[in-house]
C-alpha cells in the first residue's frame, strides 16, 4: 500500500498533520529523554519486522504506526499488506518493516498502542454494523471516548462500518435533562436553541413519551430516546410519524441491538463502542539483516 493511500480515506476532520502531532506527543512521552533499552544495540545496526493480528479483527490505525516508525527513521519503509478497514484473521501479517533496529525498537510499543486500540474500536463498531446488517438504522458513536483520541477513534467508528455523531461539543448541540432542568422546560431549551442559529445540529433528549410529545410540538428535528423500553420505542415511531430524526441509547448491547433497529429508529447510539473495548493481540517479531 502506498503511502498516499494511508489518508486518502480520513474523514474531514483528520489529515496527516494532525496524526502526526499526535504520533509526535506520544512517542515524547514514551522515549523521554532517550531509550535505555534501544540503546543497547549498536548504532547503525538494520533489522526486518513484521507485525501480524494475533487475533481475528477489523484493523485500523495503519497512518499512526507509520508515523511512530517514519518519525524516527524518515529512511524506513513499510510494506503495508493490509488497508483500514479490512478484516484480518489470526497470525495474518499486518505490515513489513526494515530500517534502523534502534528506532525500530523504540517505536513498537507506540505503534502498537494505536493499532491495537483502534482496531479493537473497528473491530467493535463492526459487530454491532454486521448485527442490525439490511436494516435501515445506523449505528452511532458518543463523546464518550478515550482522552486525546476522540478524533482517532470516532475514524475508527467509520472504519467499523458506523457513524459518527457530533465531534464535539463545539460541533452541534445535544439537550439533555440538566440543560432542559436549567432552561425550565423542553419548549424554553428548544426555543433558545433554535434562537442560537449556530447549527442546524440540535438534538434532545428525553426519557418518555410524553416528553417525545413536548419535543415533537416544540418544533424538535432530531430527538434521543433515552432508556426507552422495546414497546415505547416502537410507539415513539408511531406518534413521530417521520416529523423527527429518532435515536435510541442507554444499554445497547449486541443481545438486543438488533431488536431495537427492528422498531423503526433511525439511529442507535452506543458509548461502548469506545469505552468498552478490549485491545486487539498484536506481536511484533525482528530479524536482523545479515
Known amino acids: 500500500m502506498a503511502q498516499s493511500t494511508l489518508y486518502s480515506t480520513l474523514p474531514a476532520y483528520l489529515n496527516a498533520s494532525l496524526i502526526a502531532e499526535q504520533v509526535k506527543t506520544t512517542l515524547a512521552e514514551d522515549i523521554g529523554k532517550g531509550d535505555l533499552t534501544a540503546a543497547l544495540i ?3 545496526t538494520r533489522a526486518s519486522a513484521t507485525i501480524i493480528s494475533r487475533v481475528a479483527a477489523t484493523i485500523c490505525g495503519c497512518a499512526w504506526v507509520q508515523q511512530c516508525f517514519e518519525q524516527l527513521d524518515p529512511g524506513i519503509s513499510l510494506d503495508w499488506q493490509v488497508n483500514d478497514g479490512d478484516h484480518v ?22 505503534a502498537l498502542n494505536f493499532l491495537q486500540t483502534l482496531s479493537a474500536v473497528a473491530t467493535h463498531t463492526r459487530h454491532y454494523a454486521d448485527a442490525i446488517s439490511g436494516l435501515p438504522a445506523k449505528i452511532l458513536d458518543t463523546r464518550k471516548t478515550l482522552p486525546g483520541l476522540r478524533l482517532a477513534q470516532k475514524y475508527a467508528v467509520l ?6 455523531q457530533r465531534l464535539a461539543l463545539y460541533d452541534g448541540i445535544l439537550i439533555k435533562e440538566n440543560h432542559i432542568a436549567a432552561a425550565g422546560s423542553i419548549a424554553a431549551v428548544l426555543q433558545a436553541a433554535f434562537a442560537l442559529q449556530q447549527t442546524n445540529n440540535i ?8 416528553e417525545l410529545q413536548q419535543a415533537l410540538t416544540a418544533g ?9 423500553s422495546l414497546d415505547d420505542l416502537r410507539q415513539a415511531v408511531k406518534i413521530n410519524d417521520s416529523r423527527a430524526l429518532l435515536e435510541a441509547s442507554g444499554n445497547v448491547d449486541l443481545s438486543s441491538v438488533r431488536a431495537i433497529a427492528e422498531t423503526g429508529v433511525d439511529r442507535i447510539s452506543i458509548g461502548g463502542l469506545t469505552k468498552h473495548i478490549q485491545a486487539i493481540d498484536l506481536s511484533m517479531r525482528i530479524q536482523m539483516s545479515l
Open 42 to 44: 549498536p548504532a547503525g
Open 159 to 164: 472504519t467499523g462500518g458506523g457513524a459518527n
Open 203 to 210: 438534538q434532545i433528549e428525553v426519557e418518555n413519551l410524553d
Open 220 to 228: 424538535a428535528k432530531s430527538i434521543l430516546l433515552d432508556n426507552f
Open 89 to 110: 484473521q489470526a497470525n495474518q501479517p499486518l505490515v513489513v518493516i526494515n530500517g534502523d533496529a534502534r528506532a525500530m525498537l523504540s517505536a513498537e510499543r507506540p
